[in-house]
């Protein structure tokens, strides 16, 4: 099986800010949220990936083919910054994924005859049902 290529972290841009929700007293002072920016276009990712990631159905990927993906959930930034591009490589490896085409197959004769069988016995069940007046 392929593996999906490996996000380059030069190519990967980290701004600092604030968090957040409750944090006590470090809240309002401290910047510990990474917010990560990566551009699909200028990105060195195989073209076909680029064109699966630019397509691909995600509210984190902008109209202009930048990711945007906000890490607060530590108290490190280095520790939001590694979850945020953490994150990243798991959408390039969903996008990476190519399902199997599905080949149609035909149903055999013997699993036809089985089924019209069991129709059929089905159908005389319900025909004895039916009280006739005679």
Do not use: C, Y
């Amino acid at each position: 099986m392929k593996t999906a290529p490996k996000v380059d972290p030069a190519e990967v841009q980290f701004t600092a800010i604030r968090a957040q929700g409750a944090g006590g007293q470090n809240v309002n002072k401290v910047s510990n949220a990474a917010h990560l920016r990566f551009d699909i276009t200028a990105s060195s990712l195989p073209e076909a990936l680029k064109a699966r990631l630019l397509a691909w159905p995600d509210s984190r990927i902008g109209s202009d083919g930048v990711v945007v993906i906000k890490a607060q959930e530590h108290r490190s930034l280095p520790m939001n910054q590694a979850d945020a591009l953490a994150r990243l490589q798991a959408l390039v490896d969903a996008a990476a994924h190519v399902p199997k085409a599905r080949k149609a197959t035909r149903p055999t004769r013997g699993s036809q005859q089985r089924r019209l069988a069991s129709k059929s016995k089905r159908s005389e069940i319900k025909a004895g049902r039916q009280g006739r007046p005679e």
